[in-house]
């Protein structure tokens, strides 16, 4: 049984930690921080990677682990150096003011401005500049079997996102079986995507296509219907169009949130407390379960599952009193993984 368990889920744990060791593919001074299973409402990637400015994302970790969100972002990005009332250093935010204060309460609970108050007004002044961390968002669609009907779905999700440009680049990630890539795969999906042939033991990959680098600083296109192309329907594709801000403050938003998840936050919603449950290969860390004697997928390494067997009360009196057993050091484990791609946390 193969190390990755022949699952998707194996598949797509396995292209993170081969983004994270080789990413960026040419010589380039950036940092790298990879996340799953991210997006926007409509669309979701399995693999990002956010390509930073490397002093930027120091500077990034002066706010926290925690990720800023959109309300939290327009006062941290707006925030002047000296005391000033808060209506009259935001910008007006297109929604009520009282939700403003809001987040500038929770924006000083978690210390990332400062305020006080005069009279009854409320001033702000910032701690630090927000800084310009993020240089490029990469998209990676993990398809294991990328065969010819991986393919036919595939290729509207691509184009999609080719003609959102979002993301700054868009790959397909397939397992490589020794075979070329199919050329006649290549014709249903749109040529702007690049197409990775990853080999699991080894952890090493091939680049089968490369792909074009999108216009994510022009607005995007966004496809809300398609014809269904038989021959009966004649209707028009339907697009609307999402302005360059808009794109600006998506992307932004999207990589505060893979900042905060990493890839390892696979273990917050698996079962490291269960008896069966390892982090196996040194460099990888990957989930094992000796029950099964392979990867368990998330679905299946959870409190339904019928092998489940918490750790014995004594393993968490040996050795670990206050840190709690196995399971949780095995979290903390993963934890400082994750940090050590979060320089200055
Ligand atoms: S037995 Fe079930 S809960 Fe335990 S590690 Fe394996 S899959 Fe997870």
């Not at 002066?62 to 800023?68: D, I, K, M, Q, V």
């Not at 449950?277 to 004697?293: G, I, N, T, V």
Request: proline share 8%; glycine share 6%.
């Amino acid at each position: 049984m193969s190390l990755h368990g022949n699952s998707e889920f194996g598949f797509e744990l396995a292209c993170c930690r081969w983004v994270e060791r080789e990413w960026p593919l040419e010589e380039a001074d950036c940092s790298v921080v990879v996340a799953r299973q991210l997006g926007t409402k409509r669309r979701r990637w399995d693999t990002i990677v956010l390509e930073c400015d490397p002093e930027g994302l120091r500077q990034r970790a002066r706010f926290g682990p925690e990720r800023l969100d959109g309300d939290l972002l327009h006062i941290i990005r707006n925030a002047p150096e000296e005391w000033t009332y808060y209506r009259d250093a935001l910008p007006h935010p297109g929604y009520p003011w009282r939700y403003v204060r809001e987040s500038i309460h929770e924006a000083d609970d978690r210390s990332v401005i400062e305020t006080r108050r005069n009279g009854n007004r409320i001033e702000i002044r910032r701690k630090w500049p927000y800084p310009d961390w993020l240089e490029r968002i990469v998209a990676i669609e993990n398809k294991p079997d990328l065969d010819a009907s991986a393919a036919r779905t595939l290729g509207p999700q691509l184009e999609y996102d080719v003609a959102m440009a979002l993301a700054d680049e868009v790959w397909v990630a397939t397992e490589a079986t020794g075979d070329r890539v199919e050329p006649a795969l290549f014709e249903r999906l749109p040529v702007e995507a690049g197409i990775l042939s990853l080999e699991l033991e080894g952890l090493d990959a091939d680049v089968a296509w490369h792909p074009r680098t999108l216009p994510v600083a022009a607005p995007g296109t966004r496809i809300v219907e398609r014809p269904s192309g038989s021959a009966r329907d004649a209707s028009a594709a339907r697009f609307e169009y999402v302005d360059s801000q808009e794109k600006a403050d998506r992307r932004l938003e999207i990589a505060e949130r893979a900042y905060e998840r990493g890839w390892r936050s696979f273990a917050e919603t698996m079962r490291p407390d269960c008896k069966a449950y390892e982090l196996r290969s040194h460099d990888q860390f990957l989930p094992y379960c000796r029950a099964k004697d392979r990867l368990p997928t998330a679905a299946e390494c959870s409190g339904s599952c019928p092998s489940y067997e918490p750790e014995p009360p004594t393993w968490r009196t040996r050795g670990w009193p206050i840190e709690g057993g196995p399971g949780k050091r095995l979290q903390k484990l993963l934890e400082k993984r994750r940090r050590r791609y979060r320089p200055g946390l």
